[in-house]
């Protein structure tokens, strides 16, 4: 499709390479999108869990979860809706520890993320694995917002932000495909930023 | 825990949007100051629902694109083959490099790359009562909810909320008057106003009736406010859907 008549777009120098094709920078801005009322969750009840295809389904408390090897992921994050946010620093925990804890069986393939609402988001075993995804609790240094899913969300930053569920709650370990919250009404199963994997078709 | 059962994930599937097409404009209308009605002739129409969305791409000559979301402010044609259009409803943003173009360059026979219909959730389909509750221009979705409860002869199923800061603010506004609907004004009211000007209070909204969907748009702090005013009013969390806009433009 060729260019449309007048528009040259915002001005730019070179485009930033961290910049997925189709997004844009928010700058300092951090857009809220959620489908569902806020929760506002108590830590004192608060869990996370692993179960499925696990040798040991796991589950920890707050204090349990905090208590684990840290981690921190330091790098960009990209929403479907077109803006990425680049530069920024959250910590927690990576999901390699939390797996390593439960025992993946050799027959998961898929994960079919659950949170403290009834919000759901599936991915490829393989995408929360290998260093590249986490359970967060803070956000630049400070303990997240519960409006950006605090007390602690999912990230997975390579993949399009409604990946990274708000107030998670756990990893259900499967042999087969289970489609989330956005996933069924269209949202694409991998939602790679690079690929454009907005919507399924993509 | 939550019930596994209950909520988004059992919401209805929907398919994927169909490809990108090239629409036609075929009318551009002022709707308040700082908002226009766009209305698209589409190629290759599909019916949409109450509450979907279309993406908008725009292509410099250097490959350069930019795309973003816009609500669908018309109710599903009875046909689409017989009514191939759609209307968009687009605030200009100050620094929005999409709505300043739309705004600025979009006149009637011009062509825009569009995509849609998008969206399962956030969608109202005309089978239960349903609490409508927008913000400025949150009333964009809303709106096409409206016109098909009134289309299909069931406006008694909708009650819609609207709060604007001063009565030029309002979208629709010789349409959307009616004894479904409620305006608040939250800085200047119109003359004669029986209510102050305020934010929207738990006393704006409607009795919600059994069954009933409570669907809010607006900006992320209308809401928060407004969500919250539900759950004071009875409203069980689960029976709200929200749609909130961040930074597009």
Known sequence: MGSTPGFLGRRRGERDPRLPPGQYDTGADWPVLTAEATPTLDTATWSFSVTGLVERPATWTWDEIRALPGATYDGDIHCVTTWSKLGVTFAGVSVDTLLAAAGPRPTAAHVLVSCHTDYTTNLPLADLTGGKAWVVWEFDGKPLDRQHGGPARLLVPHRYFWKSAKWVAGLRLLDHQERGFWEINGYHDRGDPWLEQRYHGD | ?249
């Open chain 2, 1 to 249: 825990m939550t019930d596994p059962t209950a909520g988004p994930s059992r919401a209805a599937a929907a398919p994927g949007p169909g490809p990108w097409q090239r629409a036609t404009v075929t009318e551009v209308r002022q709707e308040a100051p700082g908002a226009k009605t766009f209305r698209l002739a589409l190629p290759a129409p599909v019916a949409h629902l109450p509450g979907q969305h279309y993406v908008v791409r725009l292509t410099a000559p250097d490959g350069y694109t930019a795309q973003r979301s816009y609500s669908v402010a018309s109710a599903p044609p009875p046909d689409p083959a017989a009514d191939p259009t759609i209307e968009l409803t687009v605030e200009r943003l100050a620094d929005g490099e999409v709505s300043s173009y739309l705004h600025d360059v979009v006149a009637p026979g011009a062509e825009l790359e569009v995509r849609g219909p998008i969206g399962g959730w956030f969608v109202w389909r005309g089978d239960t009562p349903a609490v409508l509750v927008g913000g400025g221009s949150g009333v964009v979705p809303l709106m096409a909810m409206l016109r098909h409860a009134r289309r299909i002869g069931r406006p008694d199923l909708v009650r819609l909320v609207v709060s604007v800061r001063t009565p030029p603010d309002l979208y629709y506004a010789g349409e959307l008057a009616g004894p479904e609907t409620t305006v608040v004004h939250t800085r200047v009211a119109p003359p004669g106003s029986a209510r102050p000007p305020g934010h929207l209070t738990v006393d704006d909204l409607p009795e919600l009736a059994d069954g009933a969907v409570a669907y809010v748009c607006g900006s992320s702090g209308f809401a928060d406010a407004a969500t919250s005013l539900l759950v004071a009013r009875g409203v069980p969390t689960d029976r709200i859907r929200v749609e909130r806009f961040g930074a597009t433009g």
